[in-house]
């Protein structure tokens, strides 16, 4: 079955510091990976996605991800942490060409930023 | 472009009455997926649209439905609510059929208490 496993539940970083939230997908085909961010209250941010190509994702706010399909992984990072990146982190894995839009979600990360 | 609205953004019912909210996608945008959001379930898929026709339904009872218009807005409908129905339902748009891979936009979401 297709599924997708964000093994931390929580996470907390200092200011300034670098970061890593995990993703780890269980997919059949080739997978489309995607990032999304939640803060309180709201909805679902894009902030990067793969189809295909360059394993390594520049997206927006200063967030990357690589994808690695030897280890089924699409791990985000980020250099040097903002106060304002404390939200929920989901990672979420979609269908192929035209199978519809359904994505299926991680359980999600929340991140909490130290001063 | 604006991004995709979703009406009410609050809602409290009462057990056993039914509720329908509102979705307008992205303009140029022809697919609307629905997903519910609690804190024990995640992100749950709970059925896509595209071109007024359901094309992909998550797991959910027969109580939850949708439908899509001409001009492309969704609406769902849950009738019978339950306590378990309280969520945060999220609404994406994205292009839909005939693209490689589709990208899904979240509207902000509707929170529904169900007392």
């Known amino acids: 079955a297709q599924s997708v496993t964000q093994p931390d539940i929580h996470i907390t970083v200092s200011e300034g510091a670098s970061l890593e939230l995990r993703c780890n997908y269980s997919y059949g085909a080739t997978p489309y990976l995607f990032w999304y961010v939640q803060s309180p209250g709201q909805g679902l941010q894009l902030l990067l996605k793969y189809f295909s190509g360059d394993t390594l994702v520049q997206g927006i706010k200063g967030f990357e991800a690589e994808f690695k399909r030897s280890q089924s992984s699409f791990n985000l990072r980020k250099p040097s942490v903002h106060w304002s990146d404390a939200a929920e982190y989901f990672c979420?894995?979609?269908?192929?060409?035209?199978?519809?839009?359904?994505?299926?979600f991680g359980q999600g990360t929340e991140l909490s930023v130290k001063p | 472009k604006a991004g995709v609205t979703q009406t009410p953004r609050y809602l409290i019912k009462t057990r056993g009455q039914q509720v329908t909210l509102s979705c307008s996608p992205i303009s140029g945008h022809r697919s609307v997926s629905w997903y519910q959001q609690t804190p024990g379930q995640g992100l749950q898929f709970l059925f896509e649209?595209?071109?007024?026709?359901?094309?992909n339904k998550g797991n959910f009872p027969g109580r939850f439905s949708g439908r899509q218009f001409s001009n492309s807005r969704s609406e769902m409908n849950v009738s019978t609510l339950e306590l378990g129905d309280s969520a945060l339902y999220l609404c994406?748009?994205?292009?839909?059929?005939?693209?490689?891979?589709?990208?899904?936009?979240f509207g902000p979401g509707t929170r529904l208490t169900v007392l």
């Open positions: 649209y595209f071109s007024e026709t359901q094309r």
């Open positions: 994406a748009s994205s292009l839909g059929q005939g693209v490689r891979v589709d990208t899904q936009y």
């Open positions: 979420a894995v979609g269908p192929s060409y035209n199978q519809g839009g359904k994505l299926i």
